[in-house]
C-alpha cells in the first residue's frame, strides 16, 4: 500500500464508485488499520485510535482494514466531540479491494483473505484494547473485557448499505456486558458433566438434549476440514444455517489460514445451495464467540449462523425465537439433495467434492451473466 496523489489515481469505472472503490484508488479518505496481500502477507497501518486520515492506494493488495467511516460508536470522549448518546467502542470493516456484490462471484481464497483480515483486526482490537486504559473518557478508561460482533450485512434488507461486500466488527469498550445469546453459551460451556455439546453433535456423540430430542444426523448437510454445515433446530429466520468448527475454539483469532479457506468452501456451498432453494439473497452472517478477557479457564465454542431476510411480524417473533414456516430437516433434505444430484457432497459422509462445487458455481455464474 502506498500514498497515492489524487490527481494519478485512474478514472473509476461505474462498478467502482461506492465508497470503497474510491478509497482503494486512494480518491477518498480512511484510516487503515492493515491489509492482506494475494500469499497472506499483513502489513499493519495506523492504531485504532489514529485521528489522521490519509489517502493511500490499495490496489496492490487483496484485502483492506480501515475504521469505519459510518460508525456507530465513539473512539474517544463524546463530550469532546460533540456527539453524545453513542455506544464506546471501535467499529472495523475489511473489504476485498475488488468489487463484489454476490458473494458467489468471490474466489474462495479471496474470502479467506476477507476472514484473515478481519481475525487480524481482531487481534489488533484486543492487543490495543483489552486490559488497557483507552481514550473513552477525559480520566482514561481501564477495559476489563471486549465483548466483538463479526458480521456481513449482504443486501440492503438485511442493512447492506453498500453494496461492495464487506465484513465488520464491532467492539464494545463499556464494559456493559454481552447478549443473553452469549452468556447461555458460556454458562452451558462450563458444565464439565455436559461437557462441550458441539463437539459432541460433530462426533455423533449427543441425541438429546435436556430430554429433547437433537436430531443432528438428519440436519447435517455437509462438512469439510473446517467443520460441519446444519439447518438450525431453533431458527431465528426460515432456512437459517449453522456452522461448527471441527477445532473446540473461543475466538475468531483460533483458526490457521487453512481453516479459513475452508470456512469459506462451506460459505460457497450454502449460498450456491440456498440460491438455488430460491431463498431471498439478502443474507447476514455472524460469528458468537467469547469475548475477550475470559480467562483460560472459561470455556467456549464458536459458532457461525447464515441467516436470510425474512419478514414477520406479531408475535411469531419472540425475543431469541421464531415461528419458522419450514422444518429444519426438511431444509437439510432439500439441501443434500441439491448437493447429492450434483455430486458436490458424498452420499456416505456428506464430504465436500471442492473441484464439483467450484465447477457448479462457475457454471451458474456463467448462466447469470448470460441472462443478465
Known amino acids: 500500500m502506498k500514498v497515492t496523489p489524487a490527481s494519478t489515481n485512474p478514472t ?18 480512511c484510516i487503515p488499520l492493515l491489509t492482506v496481500n494475494g500469499t497472506q502477507e499483513i502489513q499493519t497501518y495506523d492504531n485504532l485510535f489514529s485521528l489522521s486520515p ?20 465513539v473512539r474517544y470522549d463524546e463530550s469532546q466531540i460533540g456527539i453524545p448518546n453513542l455506544a464506546r467502542g471501535i467499529c472495523l470493516v475489511a473489504f476485498p479491494t475488488t468489487h463484489y456484490t454476490r458473494l458467489l462471484d468471490m474466489p474462495n481464497d479471496t474470502i479467506a483473505d476477507l476472514f484473515l483480515a478481519l481475525q487480524e483486526s481482531q487481534r489488533l482490537i484486543v492487543d490495543q484494547c483489552q486490559g488497557k486504559i483507552v481514550p473513552l473518557a477525559p480520566e482514561g478508561r481501564y477495559v476489563e473485557t471486549v465483548t466483538i460482533e463479526v458480521f456481513f450485512n449482504i443486501g440492503a434488507a438485511v442493512g447492506g448499505s453498500i453494496e461492495h461486500i464487506h465484513g465488520q466488527l464491532y467492539a464494545d469498550l463499556s464494559d ?24 459432541r453433535m460433530i462426533n455423533g456423540e449427543i ?32 432456512y437459517q444455517l449453522k456452522i461448527i468448527p471441527r477445532v473446540h475454539s473461543r475466538f475468531l483469532t483460533d483458526f490457521t489460514p487453512e481453516e479459513l479457506d475452508a470456512l469459506a468452501e462451506l460459505l460457497r456451498l450454502a449460498f ?32 457461525w449462523s447464515i441467516d436470510p431476510f425474512d419478514t414477520f411480524g406479531g408475535f411469531e417473533r419472540r425475543g ?3 415461528v419458522a414456516k419450514v422444518f429444519p430437516e426438511s431444509i437439510a433434505s432439500m439441501l443434500r439433495q441439491v448437493f447429492l ?3 458436490i457432497i458424498s452420499p456416505d459422509s456428506y464430504r465436500i467434492n471442492s473441484s464439483e462445487l467450484d465447477k457448479h458455481i462457475e457454471a451458474k455464474n456463467l448462466s447469470r451473466l448470460l441472462t443478465d
Open 12 to 29: 473509476l469505472t461505474k462498478h467502482e464508485t461506492c465508497i470503497y472503490g474510491k478509497i482503494v484508488q486512494g480518491q477518498d479518505y
Open 272 to 303: 450456491f445451495g440456498l440460491d438455488y432453494l430460491g431463498v431471498p439473497a439478502d443474507r447476514n452472517i455472524r460469528l458468537t464467540q467469547l469475548p475477550a478477557g475470559y480467562g483460560p479457564e472459561t470455556d467456549f465454542h464458536v459458532r
Open 320 to 322: 431469541d425465537q421464531k
Open 207 to 238: 441425541h438429546e438434549l435436556g430430554g429433547i430430542p437433537l436430531p443432528f444426523d438428519r440436519l447435517k448437510i455437509a462438512e469439510n476440514t473446517y467443520g460441519v454445515i446444519y439447518a438450525s433446530f431453533a431458527p431465528t429466520a426460515n
Open 176 to 199: 456493559t456486558g454481552h447478549s443473553i445469546t452469549t452468556e447461555h453459551g458460556i454458562l452451558v460451556a462450563q458444565d464439565k458433566e455436559l461437557g462441550c455439546i458441539p463437539c
Open 341 to 343: 444430484k450434483r455430486g
Open 54 to 73: 490519509h489517502r493511500y492506494d490499495f490496489t496492490e493488495d487483496s484485502t483492506g482494514s480501515i475504521i469505519n467511516k459510518f460508525p456507530a460508536m
